[in-house]
């Protein structure tokens, strides 16, 4: 039995200051809906847990003005549900509701998603069953040259290829999220992207965050090629499963030609992934489903299949190439 000390504050001062005095193994808790099962398996050992779903304003979801702005504790359920989001930015709402289940949306909040951590099954197998160098680093990688069928394909290194799991954070990398931080160092704000790392030499250093930074909320610039979209999710199941191979794909055009296309990719990277050799195949010429599909093999020219995951590059080809064309068709101008 191991003793951990649980507090449950009402600013982020406060929160943050709860969090220096525990150090390394401090954890915030939002939902709790994966935090606490890495602690059930052994690979998180917090020692503080500090509770933040009492802090006010964190839930706040605003869709007026230039930006949608998603506060760290909105649910993901009433994002998804959100008139907005579900009319104006299809793929964001897609992102939400093909992920998890229904009474897991009703607990976990938009924040949360963005830190959870990868299933990879060596990752998550008990402490030592496994050589992992993301859970114990120089320890070595099983996944690679073993079971890989689930491993990615982009973005992977010699020390680890487990798969980013999040939807929402691929549909926010094809509209070029913002994430506001505080944390010691005050109020910053930096785009979706820097937030995840690759994971190189280091895996076991997935995000950008400092030790004690909250997550306040999500920025969207609002484009005209959210209403055009898509969040399109290959899995073994169709519900209740993490992805295959997933594209969020926004597409804006005018008289026949495309303006603007956005792609990005899940269920095949280390991180969310933008597919921009993709979009530049696409951009100035007309949607065919030849220029889908040409697009599709594009986005997967740097792809490094194992021994198991080499159905990856097809699956993901026809993924891209579907979206691309599901997106297009929700054009109506
Ligand atoms: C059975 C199952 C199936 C699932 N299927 C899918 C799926 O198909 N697709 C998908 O995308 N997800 C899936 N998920 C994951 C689910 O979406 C996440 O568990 C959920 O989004 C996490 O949110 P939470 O609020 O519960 O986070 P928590 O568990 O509370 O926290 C997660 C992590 O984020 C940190 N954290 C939380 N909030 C903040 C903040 N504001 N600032 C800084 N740090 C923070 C915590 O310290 C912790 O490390 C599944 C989960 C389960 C259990």
């Known amino acids: 039995m191991r003793a951990i000390d649980y507090e449950r504050p009402t600013t982020l001062e406060a929160a943050i200051a709860v969090y220096s005095s525990g150090g390394t193994s401090a954890r915030y808790i939002a939902g709790g809906t994966t935090l606490y099962d890495l602690m059930k398996l052994g690979v998180e050992k917090p020692t503080h847990l500090i509770d933040i779903t009492s802090i006010t304003n964190l839930e706040r979801i605003e869709t ?113 999220a913002t994430v506001e931080i505080m944390g010691t160092r005050g109020h910053r704000s930096f785009p979706l992207a820097e ?62 030609v495309v303006r603007d296309v956005r792609i990005a990719l899940g269920g095949v990277a280390t991180m969310p992934w ?14 065919t489903r030849e220029l889908a599909v040409e697009a599709g093999r594009a986005a997967f020219q740097d792809a490094r299949p194992g021994r198991h995951n080499r159905f990856k590059i097809d699956l993901g080809v026809q993924v891209v190439a579907d979206a691309l064309m599901i997106a297009a068709g929700r054009n109506v101008r």
């Not at 949608?68 to 299809?90: C, I, K, N, Q």
């Not at 400092?210 to 999710?233: L, V």
């Not at 933008?274 to 949607?287: C, H, M, P, W």
């Open 64 to 176: 007026e003005g230039d930006v949608l702005r998603f506060g760290s504790m909105a649910l993901m359920s009433d994002v998804a549900e959100t008139v907005t989001v579900r009319t104006e930015y299809p793929l964001l709402s897609e992102s939400l509701l093909k992920a998890a289940s229904q009474q897991l949306r009703n607990m976990a909040t938009v924040g949360g998603n963005l830190l959870q951590r990868t299933r990879c099954p060596y990752f998550r197998a008990g402490q030592g069953v496994y050589p992992c160098n993301k859970r114990q680093p120089g320890s070595g990688c099983a996944a690679i040259g073993g079971m890989d069928r689930g491993q990615a394909i982009l973005g992977a290194s010699d020390a680890c290829n487990a798969v980013s799991p999040g939807d929402w954070p691929v549909a926010l990398t094809a509209l070029d």
């Open 195 to 256: 937030l995840y790392r690759l994971p190189e030499e280091t895996p076991q250093t997935e995000h950008s965050l400092d030790g004690g930074d909250i997550i306040t909320a999500i920025t969207i610039p609002k484009t005209a090629a959210g209403r055009a979209s898509t969040y399109h999710k290959i899995r073994d199941r169709e519900s209740f499963a993490f992805a295959l191979a997933s594209a969020a794909v926004a597409i804006e055009i005018e008289e026949a």
């Open 274 to 287: 933008r597919a921009r050799q993709a979009e530049s195949v696409i951009v100035g010429r007309t949607l």
